[in-house]
Antibody, heavy 120, light 112 residues
């Protein structure tokens, strides 16, 4: 069964850091680009970051550029989101999703999400 | 960034009746490869989103055929031919032609 499982969320003070992990199973991570999408409480979806299947390209939404870093370790079947200098507005459920890439560009397998709360 | 605008933001539809959601992009979604990358997702409360449609009109495997979608240039539509109780939730359009990928605000569908 193809699935992704996010972990690493929690409560953190503004300005601190957190690293989210996205562990995949049931498929070969090195064949897919991967994305992070977040959803603030009661709000809509916001795309956050993407990493190409081979790690060669990375993209970010402007609001996290310079603070968040997406990475992947295909040997560990895991994608990461390093979040530094966290702000209250980063509070959200963070979802990880799989993207078959070129000629597809969609997210077909989503995790259940991990919750990040930034609060003093 | 491409802005995606959905209408309506809320809809109440009776069981068995059709439903329609519109989505407009602030600019063309044509990719350098000639495709237009517009997806539709459905999210039930407390659950992650689920992919329904990709590349404007292609139904993802396992999605019931009561869901259809079409569009061109900057205007796109998702239709449900006869709503069922399980169709309740929030529907999002999303452009994946250009980074940053962007979502519409979401349309809440309630079944009467």
């Amino acid at each position: 069964q193809e699935q992704v499982v996010e972990s690493g969320g929690g409560v953190v003070q503004p300005g601190r850091s957190l690293r989210l992990s996205c562990a995949v199973s049931g498929f070969s991570l090195n064949s897919y680009s991967m994305h992070w999408v977040r959803q603030a409480p009661g709000k809509g979806l916001e795309w956050v970051a993407a990493v190409w299947y081979d790690g060669s390209k990375k993209y970010y939404v402007d609001s996290v550029k310079g603070r968040f870093t997406i990475s992947r370790d295909n040997s560990k079947n895991t994608v990461y989101l390093q979040m530094n200098s966290l702000r209250a507005e980063d509070t959200a459920v963070y979802y990880c999703g799989r993207d078959p890439g070129e000629a597809y560009y969609y997210m077909d397998v989503w995790g259940k999400g991990t919750t990040v709360t930034v609060s003093s | 960034d491409i802005v995606m605008t959905q209408t309506p933001l809320s809809s109440h539809v009776s069981l068995g009746q059709p439903a329609s959601i519109s989505c407009r992009s602030s600019q063309s979604l044509i990719h350098s490869d000639g495709n237009r990358y517009l997806t539709w997702l459905h999210q039930r409360p407390g659950q992650p989103p689920r992919l329904l449609i990709y590349k404007i009109s292609i139904r993802f495997p396992g999605v019931p055929d009561r869901f259809s979608a079409f569009g061109a240039e900057t205007d796109f539509t998702l239709k449900i031919s006869r709503v069922e109780a399980e169709d309740a939730g929030v529907y999002y359009c999303m452009q994946t032609t250009q980074f940053p990928w962007t979502f519409g605000q979401g349309t809440r569908l309630e079944i009467k």
